[in-house]
């Protein structure tokens, strides 16, 4: 990439941002694509079959709020990088393949939640966020080693606390990986913990 | 969260904002794919089946006046804040899986309209409404009381107006959501004038 | 509406821009899903079975083509447009909820062009748009009319032409609309070159 | 189009890049859509199922991958671009149309990919790469050719690297289409180096 001055690298990270935004928000609201009308049968059934999706909601909500929460690192991240480079490029492109895939993994823990193979599919459900955060890790490792891509002024106290959590966060979505081998339902609701703890920790 | 300037603050609400709009634009935006292709049949028939899809389009008219007031509210009420906090970046997170949800239960409403249980449709999609509405309640109390996130030069009439708009509409949405258990009908049709009165409301 | 600094009223147009150039966008791009890939069938057919699509293609060209031109002229407005009242904010409500439907009767055309209905299917076709035109007429009009919301310095000139063609713009869609009832693929050319007339028109 | 002064104009290419932005973010999102649940079936085999879909998935990130490095250059375009007339807005918009539709002849690949016509479902799905880079070429040809529509100041040498990928992009593609009439997982992977390749060249 070329020698740009200060001002335009600003907006080439704010048009990455705006794209990057766009992405995050049109796949955490695809994801509601995952949710199946109940097929009209027998009288009285509905709202027994409503009750009964409750392991599909908790995978879409599972989806729904790791999207958020990467949105809102994502985000934190951008408000200490001001400079774009090809690598960061192409890691934000693997990041938002990551986060555009989600809707499939989710659809696949929906469908197999009752028949004998919800193990596996859980673990691709859960797969698919180790991959997310494997991703994040190394964008944010290219972007704040030697300070690379970072703002002058950017807070060490908030970049210490970033990267403490994104090295732990393949780790803490390996071991849910794991346990969905066990119980798929463990597996999702771990999930579920994991973000809020994300949520508590944001700097 | 850290201490921040008000001017990356003034951004960080910026952002939230236009994270927001997408996604209420596109949950508004998805709810068409609520609306089914009558499957081709006898020839002569298809003015009549679209004639008699009107329940179906109601029920999508309401979903989508009322993600239209809402985004109207959520725009003005983010004139007042200036500020954002853990709090409402999580409330804010709950208002969007809100309307993020709302195409699956208009798409359950629309199946079942001609069914027995449209009743228990009718209520699952005005419960969406109920929920939204109290989400966004709590938002609003949040960020008003004792001007918490609020900007210094908040008008104090247009914020004791929403604090009456944001307690009244859980309980007109309430009202229909009994409504419906008896008059699937009649709720939508209420749901509908709902929002016209919170359009001719707005501040 | 309180009385609003001009400030505020730019950004108060400049989210109602945004929210619609997002449903204008969202809508676009959402009518690829009208487009149906052909079943697998016998071998050496898949060419001809895409060839004989073209029908469906055409109808969804139609469809592209004019929310493009909307959004164009959309845009147009609005760099006119700098304030907001309750009467415009309802309207373009109206525009966008026409333009967000439009993949509805797209699919309709498309799934009912070999079908002897295809006339009926056609009619609902270019109804949606003489719906959307009329809309947009009474949106220019409400905005235009005494410079009402209009800012100090728009064109004269500029605003004569949207006068002139956002007035023809319906009665063109209406003659395609009694066009239909005779030649669904007549219909759907006369939307083409409609747009494309539009196209050169713009001011 | 009427004359504007400087300022203006930068807007106008603002929200065309806004609204571009938007078309190229939900279409590289949608693709996700083409992913399709394995039918549950026996038990065990779930695993055995989804790594068998691994040419659906090449289809997938190959449209993926063009996607975003058509954005990429989109974007690099229009920090050269400065002004707008109505052939950039004619150009931009078949642009578009191009990009809204990969998920289609995706959706086509994807569903052939086991089928004897898996080579002609190549063909239409690298043939709309073929299309949108001609387009591209044009776009580009149409705003640098005697610096028509450039800002002052547009760095030559980037002016050049551009001239010369985009003039060989659409012959790349070309001979990849080609490929695809003998082999479609040759055209498939030649479709991704040359995304390598592109985003290597970015200047």
Redesign the interface.
């Known amino acids: ?2 020698e740009i001055p200060d001002g ?1 690298r600003r ?1 080439e990270t704010a ?1 990455l ?3 990057s ?13 995952d ?1 199946k ?2 097929p ?1 049968g027998r ?5 027994e079959l ?1 009750l009964d999706q409750w392991r599909e909601y908790l995978a879409f ?1 599972a989806s ?2 790791t999207i ?1 929460v990467m ?2 690192y994502h ?1 934190k991240l951008f ?1 200490l990088i001001n400079r774009v480079d ?1 690598t960061l ?2 890691l934000n ?1 693997l990041l ?2 990551g986060v ?5 993994p989710t ?2 823990a929906a ?2 939640v009752r ?3 919800a193990k ?2 859980a673990m ?1 459900h859960t797969g698919t966020f180790v991959m997310i955060t494997v991703i994040f890790r190394l964008l944010w490792q290219h972007a704040s080693s030697r300070n690379r891509l970072l703002a002058p002024g950017a ?1 060490p ?2 970049v210490g606390v970033l990267n403490r959590i994104s090295a732990v966060a393949p780790i803490l979505y390996l071991a849910s990986f794991f346990l969905a081998s066990v119980s798929p339902l463990g597996s999702t609701l771990l999930n579920s913990a994991i973000v809020v703890i994300f ?2 920790l ?2």
């Open positions: 990439m070329q335009e907006t048009r941002e705006g794209f935004d766009a992405v995050f928000a049109i796949a955490i609201t695809l994801l509601v694509l949710l009308v109940p009209p009288p009285g059934l509905l709202g409503l909500l729904f709020a958020g949105w809102m985000h408000t090809r490029l192409v492109g938002l393949l555009a895939i989600v809707p499939f659809a696949v469908a197999y028949h004998p193979d596996v599919a691709f807070n106290r908030v949520v508590m944001i700097p």
